[in-house]
């Protein structure tokens, strides 16, 4: 579970050994505030496995890997540990999908079938804030064709040429109304503290990195 | 820097883990380098999920329908509700049990003290080619449950099983018009008896978006008494 992932990071892309920064001073403080600020990578992972137990495993790899790379100063660019946090979990969730070929279970793994959208960790990644701030996003649309766009490119994954071409919508159009549309979510969960909430989860995080820190071993 | 026109696509596309290989270690080296990449991915993320929720909430079905509603002209929707009353009584035959799938376990199985199903077989898309082989049986109902690709509350999925390898498939039996059920899985059923050991392929696809590949899952039974 500690190994460190070299796929994840490849030797070849990491720059010349003169340019490596010095290890930061106290990787697992920094460690923990990506945490803080990156719920959505725990709620991608577990959307993709629908699997809390799973999910939990493969981002507590993803964080060992990382803070092995930030102990050892192998990350060129420390400030952004979020990008390869990022980059390193979903290269375990890969390997694990590799790993798993079985494509189906029979009735004796019932117990390990994917869990359901109303599983509490949703709520604990913070998704009920993500929904009202979504929901107000979409009531605050002047016009509906845009409340359109929004769910066929995010909900239904519809390619955005077609969206524009069956909404008669130009690309600059589009591309507005999505980013005004982030812009807009981003200030409502900053001003409502959602964004860097989840205050239990930190502090649970924080006393779990100090705890195993030494072994290397970190638990979501 | 994020491309606003090249990244909405690129952002979502990765979260969903459908860049290429070499599409995703461009986008990956992007993302080490670039702390405003990791946020905007950050939040795509956190917003589709919002919209996720709003979905099973109801909220989003009924904002989408809203915002089509407005565009269609009154005699013209009426006309198409007469329209799709009448396909539904048309189509409403094919929902109902065929060949040997059904769509509901018989009643009486059901809310009993008694195992429902006799075997419950689960698929998922994953990736390797092992065709695993699954013990059939001796009587009962098995229950097939299988992850579409696109999973979506409102969509009607269809199912098929067929029989055989792919140069003697027998169709064996399908269902239209079935839900996605609450833990994202379309169920259907089938008696044991009706099944005899040897291939088949179980395929579901949305009958709502039909660009959307169906998926398709080979599996083997084999008798739970012989070889």
């Not at chain 1, 990022?86 to 004796?108: F, I, P, Q």
């Not at chain 1, 804030?129 to 994954?157: K, T, V």
């Not at chain 2, 005699?75 to 065929?98: G, K, T």
Request: net charge positive; charged share 25%.
């Amino acid at each position: 579970m500690t190994a460190v992932d070299e796929q994840a990071a490849p030797a070849a892309t990491l720059p010349p050994k003169s340019d490596v920064p010095a290890p930061v001073a106290d990787p697992v403080s920094h460690l923990t505030s990506v945490y803080r600020d990156y719920p959505g990578l725990r709620a991608l992972i577990l959307r993709r496995v629908r699997d809390p137990e799973l999910a939990a495993d493969i981002l507590q790899d993803a964080a060992v890997t990382t803070l092995e790379k930030l102990r050892s100063g192998e990350i060129a660019h420390p400030e952004n540990v979020g990008g390869y946090l990022y980059r390193v979990a979903l290269n375990h969730l890969r390997n694990h999908r590799r790993k798993d070929r079985t494509g189906l279970s029979s009735s004796e793994r019932l117990g390990e079938l994917p869990g359901r959208d109303d599983d509490p960790d949703w709520d604990r990644v913070g998704r009920p804030q993500w929904a009202a701030a979504a929901r107000r996003i979409l009531d605050e649309l002047p016009a509906l064709r845009d409340r359109e766009l929004l769910l066929r490119f995010y909900l239904n994954d519809e390619d955005k040429a077609q969206i524009c071409r069956e909404l008669k919508l130009s690309e600059e159009h589009f591309n507005r109304v999505i980013f005004r549309a982030r812009n807009r979510f981003r200030e409502i969960l900053e001003r409502r503290g959602f964004w860097k909430a989840d205050l239990l989860s930190i502090i649970a995080i924080g006393i779990c990195l100090v705890c195993s820190g030494a072994a290397g071993g970190i638990r979501w | 820097m994020v491309d606003t026109r090249r990244d909405l696509d690129r952002m979502r596309d990765y979260t969903a883990g459908r860049l290429s290989e070499e599409e995703r270690r461009m986008f990956e080296e992007r993302l080490v380098r670039d702390p405003g990449l990791v946020r905007e991915v950050e939040q795509s993320v956190r917003f589709q999920e919002g919209l996720r929720q709003l979905q099973a909430q109801g909220y989003a079905g009924k904002g989408a329908a809203r915002a089509s509603v407005r565009r269609i002209w009154l005699p013209v929707a009426a006309a198409a509700a007469i329209a799709a009353l009448a396909f539904f009584v048309w189509v409403q035959p094919r929902s109902e049990p065929a060949g040997v799938l059904r769509a509901a376990l018989q009643s009486g199985s059901a809310g009993t003290n008694t195992p429902a199903v006799a075997a419950r077989f689960t698929f998922v898309s994953l990736r390797g080619n092992a065709t695993p082989v699954l013990e059939l049986p001796a009587g009962g109902t098995i229950e097939f449950r299988a992850a579409p690709a696109l999973r979506e509350a409102d969509s009607a999925y269809r199912v098929t099983l067929t029989q055989g390898d792919e140069a003697t498939m027998t169709p064996l039996g399908a269902l239209t018009k079935l839900a996605l059920g609450a833990d994202g899985y379309v169920h259907c059923y089938a008696d044991a008896t009706a099944l005899a050991p040897g291939k088949y392929v179980l395929r579901i696809a949305s009958g709502s978006k039909a660009s959307v590949s169906p998926e398709q899952f080979a599996f083997t039974l084999r008798s739970a008494t012989g070889p």
